[in-house]
């Protein structure tokens, strides 16, 4: 290796460096407050020799608690310039899960907000009290030592950033929808090529004025960096309320928002939006589930070209991209697409045997990326059976077209067989979700004694709506064949979500294998 030729920056790296750039500008605000790029930095030189004095050590892993915070984004930043591995709990989430992440990462050092998390704060500490060696608090508390006090006392501080591109950086858990949550785990090098592959494959503003409504534990939180890189600014939000949304949207100037589709949905039902001012809205980044193609086209016609589609996983994040020219309404067939893959990410799409499929045909997604995880914490099999053939597995199958474009059918654990046929859930989720009266569907596969899965529609009605159950099945035998066609029916006053905001079909199989259902067919 030519000596000469030194490592990339550490992920920590890019992010003092941006800070340093702009000192005078924001780059974070919030309901009732704001932090300048330089007092920003500041706080986080702060907040790392509080640390450095409570007794943290690098190589240790410390677990977060907090709703979406500027302070607390900063304590992540700190802990992991001083060589800690982090790992985010979601703000959402339920206890037992809480827990599981502690003990599955080997956490020993809690930081909790206590002005959104002080009950789950003081729990966690109480029933993880043999595993942890410190507990921090952004603010006071009950319980813990408090890291804002300590930070304030310290005066002047320079930050530092301890780490090598080798070093373990942090542990993202799997959102669980197919199963039991699994912890993704990257190196230093990985998290600033996700950084940079986002900074360089999607359409952010020249100077981003993003607003961050979904939590920036998550997916959101990959957009934090690469808005500072451009010295812009994240106007924070602690949960998604549709009219709060579109009040600030409107009030600071936002250019840049990224939603999940329900999120989106919820803000094509509300009244507010069409009185809203939107026209600084440069782009809403869209993902994390599929989105229906009907709703798509109504938020292009009453929003405008401003969509643009992610793909990833917490395995590997970016993975493809549809650009805003790709929501061309004379081009609908790439509305049910995923996009076309980004530049720093390879992708093959691999059936069964770990071959390439043919064109055309549906394979499961494969990628290799300097971003991708590099392991799952602790669990050699399932790592092993992910990378099979030198790929990571997506367990999402597609096409692609002629140009690339990809196209996912479904997850390979939620395909249906039904009668011999494999049948695809978002095929026909896409079909339901395109009936003027259905504001959302979720399709799933049951037990049944002559086909050995029946293909099952849960619906959620529009308000005032009820639509026929009857026009919802013929609607998909003349769309997909009588085989797609949903042979049990219900209407339902909501789906149940993850914390992330997906569909949790895991949480529909559960319920409605042993429930009842209305037979139509």
Same mark, same amino acid.
């Given at each position: 290796m030519n000596p000469n030729i030194t490592e990339a920056p550490t992920g920590t790296t890019l992010v003092l460096r941006a800070?340093?750039?702009?000192?005078?500008?924001?780059?974070?605000?919030?309901?009732?407050?704001?932090?300048?790029?330089?007092?920003?930095?500041?706080?986080?030189?702060?907040?790392?020799?509080?640390?450095?004095?409570?007794?943290?050590?690098?190589?240790?892993?410390?677990?977060?608690?907090?709703?979406?915070?500027a302070e607390a984004w900063c304590a992540g930043v700190a802990a992991s310039g001083l060589g800690m591995v982090t790992t985010w709990l979601h703000p959402l989430a339920a206890l037992g899960d809480h827990l599981e992440v502690i003990e599955d990462a080997e956490a020993s050092v809690l930081i909790v907000d206590p002005a959104t998390h002080a009950a789950r704060g003081g729990e966690l500490a109480a029933k993880v009290a043999d595993r942890l060696i410190h507990v921090l608090t952004l603010g006071q508390a009950d319980f813990g030592r408090d890291l804002r006090e300590a930070a304030a006392r310290i005066g002047e501080a320079s930050p530092v950033d301890l780490t090598t591109p080798d070093d373990?950086?942090?542990?993202?858990?799997?959102?669980?929808?197919?199963?039991?949550?699994?912890g993704a785990i990257r190196r230093h090098r990985s998290t600033a090529a996700m950084t940079v592959a986002v900074a360089a494959d999607f359409e952010l503003p020249e100077t981003p004025r993003y607003l961050a409504a979904a939590p920036i534990t998550h997916v959101a939180g990959t957009k934090v960096v690469p808005t500072l890189l451009k010295g812009g600014s994240i106007h924070l939000m602690k949960g998604f309320d549709p009219e709060r949304f579109l009040t600030t949207l409107e009030r600071e100037k936002i250019n840049f928002t990224l939603l999940v589709p329900t999120m989106i949905y919820v803000m094509l039902d509300h009244p507010a939006l069409d009185r809203t001012d939107l026209s600084s809205l440069e782009l809403i980044l869209y993902g994390a589930s599929p989105m229906s193609p009907t709703r798509l086209v109504e938020g292009l016609e009453r929003i405008g070209p401003v969509f643009s589609q992610l793909y990833g996983q917490t395995e590997c994040y970016p993975v493809s991209v549809l650009?805003?020219?790709?929501?061309?309404?004379?081009?609908?067939?790439?509305?049910?697409?995923?996009?076309?893959?980004?530049?720093?990410?390879?992708?093959?799409? !691999?059936?069964?045997?770990?071959? %390439?499929?043919?064109? &055309?045909?549906?394979?499961?997604?494969c990628v290799? $990326? /300097?971003?991708?995880?590099?392991?799952?914490?602790? !669990?050699?099999?399932?790592?092993? %059976?992910?990378?099979? &053939?030198?790929?990571?597995?997506?367990?999402?199958? $597609? /096409?692609?077209?002629?140009?690339?474009?990809?196209?996912?059918?479904?997850?390979?654990?939620?395909?249906?067989?039904?009668?011999?046929?494999?049948?695809y859930p978002r095929e026909v989720e896409d079909v339901l979700s395109s009936h003027p009266d259905v504001a959302m569907a979720a399709v799933i596969g049951v037990p049944h004694e002559k086909w050995g899965e029946a293909v099952t529609a849960l619906i959620v009605a529009k308000a005032g709506m009820q639509p026929s159950l009857e026009a919802l099945v013929q609607l998909v035998k003349e769309r997909k064949g009588s085989t797609h066609a949903p042979k049990q029916v219900e209407i339902v006053d909501e789906l149940p979500l993850t914390a992330v905001g997906k569909v949790d079909k895991k949480v529909l199989r559960a319920k409605y294998w042993a429930g009842s259902f209305r037979q139509v067919g």
């Open positions: 800070l340093a750039r702009f000192p005078e500008r924001t780059a974070f605000a919030w309901d009732g407050g704001s932090l300048t790029y330089r007092s920003t930095l500041s706080l986080i030189a702060r907040l790392q020799a509080a640390m450095a004095a409570a007794g943290v050590r690098k190589g240790q892993t410390a677990a977060f608690l907090s709703a979406n915070s373990y950086a942090v542990i993202n858990y799997t959102g669980g929808t197919t199963g039991k949550s699994k650009r805003k020219a790709d929501h061309d309404p004379s081009r609908p067939e790439l509305f049910s697409s995923c996009g076309f893959p980004i530049a720093s990410c390879a992708v093959s799409l !691999r059936d069964e045997d770990n071959e %390439e499929v043919k064109p &055309g045909e549906p394979g499961e997604i290799r $990326a /300097r971003h991708a995880m590099e392991q799952y914490w602790k !669990r050699p099999d399932q790592t092993a %059976e992910t990378f099979k &053939g030198g790929w990571l597995h997506t367990g999402d199958i $597609a /096409r692609a077209d002629e140009r690339g474009y990809l196209y996912i059918v479904d997850r390979k654990k939620d395909m249906i067989v039904s009668g011999g046929f494999n049948i």
